[in-house]
T-cell receptor, first 115, second 112 residues
Framework: AQSVTQLGSHVSVSEGALVLLRCNYS??????LFWYVQYPNQGLQLLLK??????LVKGINGFEAEFKKSETSFHLTKPSAHMSDAAEYFC?????????????FGTGTQLKVEL | DTAVSQTPKYLVTQMGNDKSIKCEQN?????MYWYKQDSKKFLKIMFS???????INETVPNRFSPKSPDKAHLNLHINSLELGDSAVYFC???????????FGPGTRLTVL
């Protein structure tokens, strides 16, 4: 079975500061990993994903994440936070296990950006 | 040019009623999904269809019945609505395993 743990349900940063949102996964087979962002009263938008290949993945809006197999982590970072980054962020994992594309989500991290 | 669309966006109804949510994707994807987001924003898969065939059914009460008339549509019908069914329901689609899952804007269901 696969699972995702997001450390910190709420993260607050100052505008211009580094954003670090933590995600650890559990999977017995190679995972596919995703970060999605959800703005208030909206659907989910893909920020970035890791499937195979380069472990440092760049996404939209200046976000990036690094897949670290030894640490079973896929933390999301952005060098400089902007007010518009305030949203809910979800880490998710899927694998080939059991057939089908079953995306398992973490519990989400609410990012607050302060002036 | 909406990729995944759902109707209605908001649905308010009484306990015991039956309601449906419609979903359409114009991405040409083979796989469609229903996800439920509860009041704590936790997202969980309910169903997955591939080319109109049910492939994932995550211990959802049988009051929930998905129907896929063709691979571009996946509707969700809910019988005998209960208070606990209040949530945001997201339709989604993808082409293959490991590829991006595209989500619709969600339907906020409130059961009174």
């Amino acid at each position: 079975a696969q699972s995702v743990t997001q450390l910190g349900s709420h993260v607050s940063v100052s505008e211009g500061a580094l954003v670090l949102l933590r995600c650890n996964y559990s999977s017995s087979v190679p995972p596919y990993l995703f970060w999605y962002v959800q703005y208030p009263n909206q659907g989910l938008q893909l920020l970035l994903k890791y499937t195979t290949g380069a472990t440092l993945v760049k996404g939209i809006n200046g976000f990036e994440a690094e897949f670290k197999k030894s640490e079973t982590s896929f933390h999301l970072t952005k060098p400089s936070a902007h007010m518009s980054d305030a949203a809910e962020y979800f880490c998710a994992v899927t694998t080939h296990e059991g057939g089908g594309n079953k995306l398992t989500f973490g519990t989400g991290t609410q990012l607050k950006v302060e002036l | 040019d909406t990729a995944v669309s759902q109707t209605p966006k908001y649905l308010v109804t009484q306990m015991g009623n039956d309601k449906s949510i419609k979903c359409e994707q114009n991405l040409g994807h083979d796989t469609m999904y229903w996800y439920k987001q509860d009041s704590k924003k936790f997202l969980k898969i309910m169903f997955s269809y591939n080319n109109k065939e049910l492939i994932i059914n995550e211990t959802v009460p049988n009051r929930f019945s998905p129907k896929s008339p063709d691979k571009a549509h996946l509707n969700l019908h809910i019988n005998s609505l209960e208070l606990g069914d209040s949530a945001v329901y997201f339709c989604a689609s993808s082409q293959d395993l490991g590829t991006t899952i595209y989500f619709g804007p969600g339907t906020r269901l409130t059961v009174l």
